[in-house]
Each structure stands twice: as structure tokens, then as C-alpha cells.
């Protein structure tokens, strides 16, 4: 058994995801197909039977349950410890409490109204927060110059370098994006020219609900390339996709990011899908010339894991430790319910939302596509737009059609449809408990990213940088060749901001951080 709190902390995650397996990897539409509910202990099955969305909604909260239903005690100590192992996400402004619909972000007034355009309010209160990280990393290790990888439109580019005045190269595997994002920029600046230009950029200490700060004319620069895992950083560019240009013969960021005298960086990813988080770090751990990392996973679904052709990296695991613990795998399934959003659907619960009825649409769909045809299975069904606004023969119209099958060939309203129907509040049941092991599965990889870092002797920290009531994904992996104490003191100071809550603000020119938040971090 490791001694840190991380190495103990995923060693009892793989234990308990090894004992509930077969709930980690059931898929919910075979809920009927497959007798899911059958497999559930019975005191569970005639415990949740006759809980409502709302008492449901309470087992996935911190308080462990709702009024009026008598939870076995092997049930309790299931959601505890599925709660207790999970990295705690609160934080980055979170407001609301437990309970009820998540409230949608506001346009972030913290952010100039020319970097907010095309940006949704979720994206504009990211690229704020996570600005805000890079700029204290900026400051704590003296570099000025970030690489955003998978930089999509540029959203969080523009920012940086506009709105923060840092040196920007945005890179982006898809070069029509990259096209975009180059257009958006070309906006901001003809605005800027239209203005006179921009007054100085850096502001002392402002009351709060200040107007931003004015911007600065120094654009991004973008490239249109894909990373290569395990090309040196002054190589790593593989040519974008679709092809918009001939392949590149050396990274166009030249000795920016070469290991012998080129400028130190700081590396970015937003997001970062699949297998792009990874290759950071890896690009992190093995250049010197970059100072520090903060990553933003997605899709780990699309992780690469064992077994890969050899010389093929992957994307979990990537620690030595983890990779040792027995039954450390995790299933495609079990990879994509840690992309779900566990506050967004306990809000749906707790309101008892019409759209709970979409995951027993579904299931019986499976059933019915299974009897039609037993060659398709878990067949790619397009979502229905407000499937929870139909009738099931509705919906089922608009979906057979999409695997094949003629829905006037297949019984829509038959006694067996109808008694599968009546079921809705077992399959919303089942998948609660589901949902309450994805935030696991999540921990569990970027754990084990943190120790592949930690093996290595970096200092790292896993932050609670986003509100996760409306961005689910709100973890970040920070890691630099330098103590990151200052770096992350303060950071929930201005977590409100965006959302127009008032929060405090950001410490001026000269004045000293605020004493150190809470993190995750390393002993």
C-alpha cells in the first residue's frame, strides 16, 4: 500500500469499482434487454422501487438521502463511499446548493464585451478562470509566452493575449477551426483600430463590478497541426486534419519551444480530448523548456488502454502505480460515465424534469430493436430532439427508421411495451446508482495522471477550477518545475465574478496574495 494520500486514495477507488463492477459497466438502455434490475441486491430493489426522483436526488447528494425511504445499510454505505473517494468539485464560484435545477451561467462582466462574442456564457466563465490560473503561473515562473493546444476557435487565445497581454500561439488539429478562430481575431482588432487604440492596459485595484480592463493589440498566432505524442517538443506538429496546407517540416514555433536555449512556455489545453491531455503531460514531463501545465481533460471514453500495438502511448494508465494496482482497467462504458454530469442530472431529479423518461424510452427501444433484429445491438440512435415531449410510439417513429427497421413492423403499443413503460422509475433508479461511480472513474484517471507526474518529482495539484453545476468537467491538473503555493493561493477569490454574484476582487499591482485555499495537492 503507498504512503501518499493519492496512491491510497486510487488504490480504494479500484477496490471499490472491482466489487460494483457490473453496475460500473451496464449500459442502461439494456436495462430490459439484459434483466439489469435483477442483478441489484434485493433489500436495494425494494428500497429504490418506491423512491421518488427527489429521495433519489438526496442519495447522490452530500446528505446521503431523502425523507420517507429506509435505505439498507449496504446501500448507505455504497453512495458514502462512493461520495467520500471522489476529489471534492466544488469550487470556481459554485453557487446554488444542493438541490434544484443548475443555474445557468450570466454573461461574465468581468470579461470585455469584444472577447465575449461567439463565446457562450459556459466558455466565457472557463476562459476567465483558467485565464486567470495561466496568469499566475505566467508570473510565478517568469514566462510569458503560452501554447494552447486544441485551441479550437480560439476562445481562450483570445483572452489570454488580448485581454491579458501574454504571447499566444494557439495550435489546432482541424484547420477550419483554426481558419475561424484567425477571423475572430481580425474582428477584435478592426474594433480596436475603430476605437483609436487602447488606452494602457494593466489596472490597479477597481471596485468591485469595475468595467474589465481595456485590451491589448497583440493577437494570437495560430497554427493549424496535430500533436505528436512522441515527437520532441521542438518537433511535435503533425499536419492538421482535414489538410489545409503541405505537412510541416519543423514546428513553426521554432526555438520557442527547444530544449536547448529556446524561451520556456507555458502549455495549455481547454478540454483537451481523449488522448491530447495525456501527450501534455508527456510533452510537460520530458521538456525542460516548458515551465508549467494545466490541463482540462475530456472524452475519456476515447483514452487509449491495453492492450495498443507496441510503441503506441497511452492514455491511462500512465503511472506506475496505478498500472500495478489489480483491476486498475476501466471499460469503455466505465471511461464514458465519467463524462457524465452527476449535479446536472441530481438537479433533474430533484425537480422530477420530464426528461428523466428519456432513458426508459430508450431501453425499450433496445428491447424492441433486439426482437426485430438480433444482429443489432446498442445500434447508434441519433437523439431525438425533446424526446421527453413524445409519446413513446412518437419517439419510437423517429428512431427505428434510424437503424433500419420499418416501426410499422414493429408492436408500439403492445401490453409488453406498455408494462416496460410503467418501469420508468427503476430505470431512473438504476441509472442514479450508475452515476454515482463516474465521479470515481474520474478521479481515478486524473489520479493517476497526478502520480505519473509525481513519480517524476514535479510539483502538481488537482483544482476545482470551474463551477460544475454548469461545467461538469472542472478539474485541472496543474504542474510546473517550481513550488505552486502562490500560484494557486486566492484563486477562489474572484469565483463569483462571473456569475454577477459580487465576488472579491483580484489582488492589485504590489499588494500580496490572499492566505492559500484548500487544494488537492501532494504532502
Given amino acids: 500500500m503507498g504512503s501518499q494520500p493519492e496512491q491510497r486514495r486510487a488504490a480504494d477507488i479500484v477496490r471499490l469499482l472491482t466489487l460494483y463492477r457490473p453496475l460500473l ?16 441486491p434485493p433489500p436495494w430493489q425494494a428500497a429504490l422501487a418506491t423512491a421518488a426522483p ?16 429506509a435505505w439498507p445499510l449496504s446501500l448507505l454505505a455504497f453512495a458514502a463511499a462512493a461520495r467520500a473517494l471522489a476529489l471534492p468539485r466544488d469550487g470556481g464560484g459554485s453557487a ?24 457562450k456564457p459556459k466558455k466565457q466563465h472557463e476562459i476567465r478562470r483558467l485565464g486567470k490560473l495561466l496568469q499566475r503561473l505566467s508570473q510565478a515562473t517568469g514566462c510569458d509566452h503560452v501554447v494552447d493546444i486544441g485551441a479550437g476557435q480560439g476562445h481562450l487565445s483570445r483572452y489570454l493575449a488580448f485581454g491579458l497581454g501574454l504571447s499566444v500561439t494557439a495550435v489546432e488539429g482541424d484547420s477550419r477551426l483554426a481558419a475561424t478562430a484567425q477571423r475572430f481575431d481580425r474582428e477584435v482588432l478592426r474594433e480596436l483600430e475603430k476605437m483609436g ?12 463590478r469595475h468595467p474589465p480592463c481595456p485590451l491589448t493589440p497583440r493577437a494570437p498566432h495560430h497554427v493549424a497541426g496535430r500533436l505528436d505524442p512522441g515527437a520532441p517538443w521542438g ?50 514531463a520530458r521538456s525542460p523548456s516548458v515551465a508549467a501545465v494545466a490541463s482540462v481533460a475530456c472524452c475519456y471514453m476515447k483514452l487509449s488502454t491495453p492492450p495498443q500495438p507496441p510503441g503506441c ?39 422530477e424534469n420530464d426528461s428523466l423518461r428519456v432513458h426508459c424510452y430508450r431501453a425499450v427501444l433496445e428491447t424492441l430493436i433486439r426482437a426485430a433484429d438480433p444482429s443489432k445491438k446498442h445500434p447508434g440512435v441519433q437523439t431525438v430532439k425533446k424526446a421527453h415531449a413524445l409519446s413513446f410510439p412518437q419517439y419510437a417513429r423517429l428512431g427505428l427508421p434510424r437503424v433500419g427497421l420499418d416501426p410499422a413492423a414493429v408492436p408500439l403499443d403492445s401490453e409488453a411495451v406498455g408494462a416496460m413503460l410503467e418501469q420508468q422509475h427503476k430505470v431512473v433508479a438504476f441509472f442514479s446508482l450508475t452515476l454515482l461511480l463516474a465521479p470515481l472513474v474520474e478521479t481515478l484517471i486524473l489520479l493517476d495522471r497526478l502520480l505519473y507526474l509525481r513519480e517524476q518529482g514535479f510539483q502538481c495539484a488537482l483544482v476545482p477550477l470551474f463551477n460544475p453545476r454548469f461545467s461538469p468537467r472542472n478539474l485541472v491538473l496543474v504542474a510546473a518545475r517550481i513550488p505552486l503555493g502562490t500560484v494557486l493561493s486566492g484563486l477562489d477569490e474572484d469565483g463569483s465574478e462571473d456569475e454577477g454574484t459580487g465576488g472579491a476582487e483580484p489582488p492589485g499591482e504590489g499588494q500580496s496574495p490572499p492566505a492559500p485555499a484548500a487544494r488537492h495537492q501532494p504532502q
Wanted: hydrophobic fraction near 35%; include cysteine.
Fill in 54 to 69: 427527489p429521495q433519489l436526488a438526496g442519495l447522490l447528494g452530500a446528505g446521503g438521502g431523502a425523507g420517507g425511504v
Fill in 235 to 284: 518537433e511535435f506538429l503533425l499536419p492538421p486534419d482535414p489538410p489545409g496546407q503541405q505537412p510541416l517540416a519543423r514546428n513553426p514555433l521554432g526555438g520557442v519551444g527547444g530544449a536547448e536555449g529556446g524561451q520556456r512556455v507555458l502549455v495549455t489545453g481547454l478540454h483537451a480530448c481523449g488522448d491530447l491531455s495525456p501527450a501534455l503531460l508527456r510533452h510537460f
Fill in 96 to 119: 446554488g446548493g444542493e438541490g434544484g435545477a443548475p443555474r445557468p451561467p450570466c454573461q461574465s462582466p468581468r470579461l470585455h464585451p469584444l472577447l465575449r462574442r461567439h463565446v
Fill in 313 to 351: 502511448p497511452l492514455g491511462y494508465p500512465l503511472s506506475a502505480w496505478v498500472a500495478g494496482l489489480p483491476g486498475h482497467e476501466l471499460s469503455y462504458r466505465a471511461r464514458e460515465a465519467a463524462c457524465h454530469a452527476l449535479e446536472e442530472y441530481r438537479g433533474r431529479l430533484d425537480g
Fill in 197 to 208: 487604440g487602447p488606452p494602457p492596459r494593466r489596472c490597479r485595484q477597481t471596485p468591485p
Fill in 25 to 40: 459497466d451496464a449500459y442502461v438502455i439494456d436495462f430490459f434487454a439484459e434483466g439489469l434490475w435483477a442483478r441489484l
